[in-house]
Antibody, heavy 122, light 108 residues
Framework: EVQLVQSGAEVKKPGESLRISCKAS????????ISWVRQMPGKGLEWMGN????????KYSPSFQGHVTVSTDNSVTTAYLQWSSLKASDTAMYYC???????????????WGQGTLVTVSS | EIVMTQSPATLSVSPGGRATLSCRAS??????LAWFQQKPGQAPRLLIY???TRATGIPARFSGSGSGTEFTLTISSLQSEDFAVYYC??????????FGQGTKVEIK
């Protein structure tokens, strides 16, 4: 069974750094891209960026480029989303999602993690 | 960037009733359209891909139709567990994936 299990909720202060994780299992991790999606409180879904675990190639939405970094550790089949300096506006739920098409950035998000709530407040 | 517009924002339906949700794309996405269901406190769940193909385990009361710029998700006989927010998403013009703003299906 394909599973994406995300790390737990975080409470941080503005300016702090953070890395959240998405542990994948049940499929060939390096064969499928992983995307990250943001959902601000009471709002809709926004694609942030993604990564090809086979070579660590990344793509970012212009809205998030330079503010977040996506990476993987293939030895533990885990994807990461990190911030070097959080802002209050980063308060949101963050989801990882597995792409549907192997060896290709195309396709739709066929499986989602349960989400990680990030709260940034002074 | 392709803009996805869903209507209505909220749909009130009686249990056992029929719900028809619309999604419009700002330019053609052919059949590269997916629908997701999201319940409070849960992650989105894939319902439909390719505009009309149900994902694994999705009941037959969920059906999708359309192509190009106009799409519809129909729930034929609403069950209590179907009251949720529904999102459409295009994946032909990528990046980025773009989502509609959502339709909330509530109990009438």
């Amino acid at each position: 069974e394909v599973q994406l299990v995300q790390s737990g909720a975080e409470v941080k202060k503005p300016g702090e750094s953070l890395r959240i994780s998405c542990k994948a299992s049940g499929y060939s991790f390096t064969s499928y891209w992983i995307s990250w999606v943001r959902q601000m409180p009471g709002k809709g879904l926004e694609w942030m960026g993604n990564i090809d675990p086979s070579d660590s190639y990344t793509k970012y939405s212009p809205s998030f480029q330079g503010h977040v970094t996506v990476s993987t550790d293939n030895s533990v089949t885990t994807a990461y989303l990190q911030w070097s300096s959080l802002k209050a506006s980063d308060t949101a739920m963050y989801y990882c999602a597995k792409h549907s098409v192997p060896y290709d950035s195309a396709g739709y998000p066929e499986k989602w993690g349960q989400g990680t709530l990030v709260t940034v407040s002074s | 960037e392709i803009v996805m517009t869903q209507s209505p924002a909220t749909l009130s339906v009686s249990p056992g009733g029929r719900a028809t949700l619309s999604c419009r794309a700002s330019q053609s996405v052919r059949s590269s359209l997916a629908w997701f269901q999201q319940k409070p406190g849960q992650a989105p769940r894939l319902l439909i891909y390719g505009a009309s193909t149900r994902a694994t385990g999705i009941p037959a009361r969920f059906s999708g139709s359309g192509s190009g710029t106009e799409f519809t998700l129909t729930i034929s006989s609403l069950q209590s567990e179907d009251f949720a927010v529904y999102y459409c998403q295009q994946y032909i013009n990528w990046p980025p994936w773009t989502f509609g703003q959502g339709t909330k299906v509530e109990i009438k």
